[in-house]
C-alpha cells in the first residue's frame, strides 16, 4: 500500500521502491518504525550521491554531516541493504569506530531485510544472525568491525571478469535500473574515530594508517566503492588526511547546519533537529565544537596550546646576559618521554640550542645528556626530582665529570604544582620569549609535533615537551649573575 492507502503492483512498487536511495530509506524506515521519515534537502543530497555510486559515477566518497542527522540511517544501514536488494552477491565491510556500534547497524542492516515486505520484494536473506559476518544465500554479505580491528579472510565488491559474465547475471536482480550497473558491494566508513578520541594524535594516526596498510585494500575490484561518512572532527582525522593526500579522487559532500541560500540568507540545514536559533547557541557555548562537528570546517588553531607558533632565529644576538642552561622533565612512567632541553638565556629571550627527546631506557639518557650538556657548555642543569628525576640527575652528574665536564652544575626540585596548568598560564610567556632555531621541525620532528599538536583542552597523548618548555620560562633569571647561586644550586 502506497501513501495514499492505495495497493501497489508488486513490480511498480519494486521499481518505485529501487528508484532512488531516498525512496528506498523513506519506504522501509515506514515500514519498520511505522512513522514517516522526516526528509530535508540534506537527505536528498545524500541520496543523489549515494546514487551515484550505485551508478559507479562515484567510486571514492565522503559525506561530512552533523550527528545525528540520519547519516548512518540512510547511508550505511538502508544503503547495505538497497544494495543487497540490487545484488545479493553484493559484498560489504563495514567499519565504526567501535565493534558494538558496526556490529549494531549490521543488526539493522538484517532488520529491514527481514521486514515482510523486504522478503516480498527481494531475494536477499541473511542466512546467520551473526552481526560480525554473515552472507546470503547467493554469496553476498557484510562484514562489520572497527576502524581499528582486523579485517580478514573477506573483500568488498566482486571480481572484476573480462567477459562481463557478473553484468549478464546480475540483470535478473535488478529490474528498476540500468543492466550494465554491475553494483557489487562497497566499503562503508561511518565515523571511524569517536569525538572523545579526537584530539589523540596516536589514535588518529592508527586510524589514517590502517585505511592505508588495510581497509583500502580489502576491494574485489578497482571498481568498488569506499564511502567514508562522518562528522569532522579534527583537521588531520581520516577525511582531513585523504584529502590531503589525494584530493582530486574523492568526491566530497559537506553539509554544514548553517548554510547561506542563494538570497544571502543564513538558513538552519535541518529545522526539524535543529532551528536557527538553537544552532546559534551551539556555537556560544562552544564554538571550537561547533565550527567542526556541525559546521564541518575544523579549525585546531582555536583549540591549540600554542596557536600563534614559535619564533625562529637563524644566529643568536650578543646579549649583556647569556646563560647557558638546561631543563629536563625525567619520564614520570614508562610510556613518557624524557625531554632536555638546552638554550642560552639572554635579555630578550631563550634560545634553544639543542633537545634530547626520547623514550629510550636510562642506558642510553644518562650518557647522552651528558654528552649533550657537555657540547653545549651548559653552566647550570636543572632537572625535575619527581619519579626518579634526583637519581637522573647524579647520573649524568657523574657522567659529565667522567667526561672532564666539570663545568655544568645541577639542581634538582620537586615540581608539585599541575602540569596542564602550568603549561596552560605560561603558553604566551612560551610562544613570545621561546626561540628555535630554523628548521628545528626536523631537527627535532617528535618534539616539533608534540609541542605543535598540544591541546588546550581534550586528550592529549604526552606533556613532556610543553612541560619542559613551561619549565625553561619559569626558572628565567635564576642562576643569573646578580644572584647568590649558592641559594639556588
Known amino acids: 500500500m502506497n501513501t495514499d492507502g492505495r495497493f501497489w503492483d508488486i513490480d511498480v512498487k519494486k521499481t518505485w521502491v529501487l528508484s532512488s536511495t531516498l525512496n528506498f530509506t523513506r519506504f522501509f524506515y515506514k515500514e519498520q518504525f511505522n512513522r514517516k521519515f522526516v526528509v530535508g534537502d540534506h537527505h536528498k543530497k545524500i541520496a543523489e550521491a549515494l546514487d551515484k555510486v550505485l551508478s559507479g559515477e562515484i567510486t571514492r566518497l565522503m559525506i561530512n554531516v552533523a550527528p545525528r542527522y540520519s547519516k548512518t540511517e540512510m547511508a550505511v544501514k538502508n544503503f547495505i541493504a538497497e544494495g543487497l536488494a540490487l545484488n545479493p552477491r553484493a559484498r560489504f565491510i563495514h567499519l565504526s569506530y567501535s565493534d558494538d556500534l558496526a556490529r549494531d547497524n549490521s543488526k539493522g542492516v538484517q532488520a529491514i531485510m527481514d521486514l515482510p515486505a523486504y522478503k516480498q520484494l527481494f531475494e536477499a536473506r541473511p542466512t546467520s544472525p551473526s552481526s560480525k559476518k554473515w552472507y546470503t544465500e ?66 588518529r594516526d592508527k586510524v589514517n594508517k590502517k585505511f592505508d596498510t588495510t581497509i583500502r585494500n580489502r576491494v574485489n575490484s578497482r571498481k568498488t566503492p569506499i564511502i567514508i561518512i562522518m562528522q569532522r572532527l579534527h583537521i588531520d582525522d581520516l577525511c582531513g588526511y585523504l584529502l590531503r593526500q589525494e584530493l582530486d579522487e574523492w568526491h566530497v559532500l559537506s553539509l554544514p547546519c548553517i548554510y547561506t541560500d542563494d538570497a544571502g540568507e543564513q538558513r538552519a540545514l535541518w529545522p526539524f533537529k535543529h532551528t536557527m536559533n538553537e544552532l546559534k547557541e551551539l556555537r556560544r557555548k562552544n564554538s571550537f565544537v561547533f565550527d567542526t562537528q556541525y559546521m564541518q570546517d575544523p579549525k585546531p588553531l582555536e583549540g591549540l596550546m600554542y596557536e600563534q607558533g614559535f619564533r625562529t632565529y637563524e644566529a643568536i644576538p650578543a646579549a649583556r646576559r647569556n646563560i647557558k642552561k638546561a631543563y629536563i622533565d625525567t619520564a614520570d612512567t614508562g610510556g613518557d618521554y624524557l625531554c632536555m632541553i638546552c638554550y642560552d638565556e639572554t635579555d630578550v629571550g631563550n634560545y634553544v640550542t639543542d633537545v634530547l627527546y626520547t623514550l629510550k631506557p636510562m642506558e642510553y639518557t644518562e650518557p647522552k645528556a651528558a654528552e649533550i650538556l657537555t657540547k653545549n657548555s651548559t653552566e647550570y642543569a636543572i632537572v625535575e626530582s619527581n619519579n626518579g628525576g634526583r637519581g637522573f640527575a647524579r647520573n649524568v652528574e657523574a657522567q659529565c665529570r667522567m667526561m672532564g665536564n666539570n663545568k655544568t652544575r645541577f639542581k634538582w626540585f620537586f615540581q608539585g604544582a599541575n602540569k596542564h596548568v602550568r603549561i596552560f598560564t605560561k603558553s604566551a610567556d612560551v610562544q613570545n620569549l621561546i626561540y628555535f632555531p630554523a628548521g628545528w621541525d626536523k631537527m627535532w620532528p617528535d618534539f616539533h609535533q608534540a609541542l605543535t599538536s598540544y591541546m588546550r583542552v581534550g586528550q592529549n597523548d604526552h606533556d613532556d615537551a610543553p612541560d619542559a618548555l613551561t619549565g625553561t620560562v619559569e626558572w628565567r633569571g635564576k642562576g643569573s649573575v646578580n644572584q647568590n647561586l649558592t641559594s639556588i644550586f
Open 138 to 203: 547467493q554469496g553476498g554479505g557484510l562484514y562489520a568491525v572497527s576502524s581499528g580491528g582486523q579485517v580478514t579472510g573477506f573483500g568488498a565488491g566482486i571480481v572484476d571478469r573480462d567477459d562481463g559474465e557478473e553484468g549478464r547475471s546480475m540483470d535478473e536482480f535488478m529490474p528498476a535500473i540500468e543492466a550494465d550497473l554491475n553494483f557489487g558491494g562497497a566499503i562503508i566508513i561511518d565515523d571511524p574515530i569517536k569525538p572523545d578520541d579526537a584530539l589523540s594524535v596516536t589514535v
